[in-house]
């Protein structure tokens, strides 16, 4: 009898042991997750701006030359349409066009410029061929106005609100630095095959940023 009484005391005693023990586990990963609440609370967001934006929808960035024609001399192009295009073309010994230069791309109001040359007048034997190279350029001036320096490969951008990719990964003209510190602002340039897109969002840590084209 006295030992049956010995053995569910002992009993009841581990029992009170795994009760016990359960309630400081249960006590401690509350205090765990406050403190990581805590900490979290405690950490800047990000803040970010999008100063300005704009589209280009038909931008004139090359010329292939198609056939160099005879007779040339050096000289300048133009394209009808294009606000801001500039560029010049050299030629070789027999007045072939060679090469072509690009000094400022074009903002065109159509797909298919018309590219004709400027000074000095030209009096070919054979006429030269050249062809227009269309991208679209998306731009935005961003400003990291927060505390927090982002890596930017934690920024991410979506054009119409699909395809998402990370600021770095779009590789945009202008991004120089794995990082967005703060204070700076980002003068950027993406070059795209020619499409339509209206909208420009960026996002990081919960905020969110968006912009017309």
Same mark, same amino acid.
């Given at each position: 009898?006295?030992?049956?009484?010995?053995?569910?005391? &002992?009993?009841?005693?581990? *029992?009170? &042991?795994?009760?016990?023990?359960?309630?400081?586990?249960?006590?401690?990963?509350?205090? #765990?997750?406050?403190?990581?609440?805590?900490?979290?609370?405690? #950490?800047?967001?990000? =803040?970010?701006?999008? @100063? *300005?934006? @704009?589209?280009? %929808?038909?931008?004139?960035?090359?010329?292939?030359?198609?056939?160099?024609?005879?007779?040339?001399?050096?000289?300048?192009?133009?394209?009808?349409? +294009?606000?801001?295009?500039?560029?010049?073309?050299?030629?070789? $010994?027999?007045?072939?066009? @060679?090469?072509? $230069?690009?000094?400022?791309?074009?903002? +065109?109001?159509?797909?298919?410029?018309?590219?004709?040359?400027?000074?000095?007048?030209? *009096?070919?034997?054979?006429?030269?061929?050249?062809?227009?190279?269309?991208?679209?350029?998306?731009?935005?001036?961003?400003?990291?106005?927060?505390?927090?320096?982002?890596?930017? #490969? @934690?920024?991410?951008?979506?054009?119409?609100?699909?395809?998402?990719?990370? %600021?770095?990964?779009?590789?945009?003209?202008?991004?120089?630095?794995?990082?967005?510190? *703060?204070?700076?602002? %980002?003068?950027?340039?993406?070059? %795209?095959?020619?499409?339509?897109? =209206?909208?420009?969002?960026?996002? =990081?840590?919960?905020?969110?940023?968006?912009?017309?084209?």
């Amino acid at each position: 009898m006295a030992g049956s009484v010995g053995i569910g005391g &002992l009993i009841i005693g581990v *029992s009170l &042991l795994v009760v016990f023990s359960m309630a400081v586990q249960t006590m401690s990963y509350q205090m #765990e997750s406050s403190m990581d609440s805590i900490e979290a609370a405690a #950490e800047p967001l990000p =803040s970010f701006t999008v @100063d *300005s934006s @704009d589209i280009w %929808l038909f931008a004139l960035e090359g010329i292939t030359i198609t056939d160099g024609g005879t007779d040339y001399v050096n000289g300048t192009l133009v394209a009808s349409s +294009c606000t801001g295009f500039s560029a010049s073309f050299t030629v070789d $010994s027999n007045g072939v066009i @060679d090469a072509v $230069s690009i000094t400022s791309t074009g903002d +065109c109001t159509t797909s298919t410029p018309v590219i004709t040359f400027g000074i000095p007048a030209q *009096s070919p034997t054979i006429t030269a061929t050249l062809a227009p190279v269309m991208k679209t350029y998306v731009f935005a001036e961003v400003t990291n106005d927060g505390t927090v320096t982002l890596p930017t #490969e @934690d920024v991410w951008l979506f054009f119409d609100g699909a395809n998402p990719q990370t %600021l770095s990964g779009s590789n945009p003209v202008g991004l120089s630095s794995e990082y967005w510190y *703060s204070g700076e602002t %980002l003068d950027l340039r993406w070059e %795209l095959s020619p499409t339509t897109h =209206s909208r420009l969002a960026f996002t =990081s840590g919960g905020r969110t940023v968006g912009t017309t084209l």
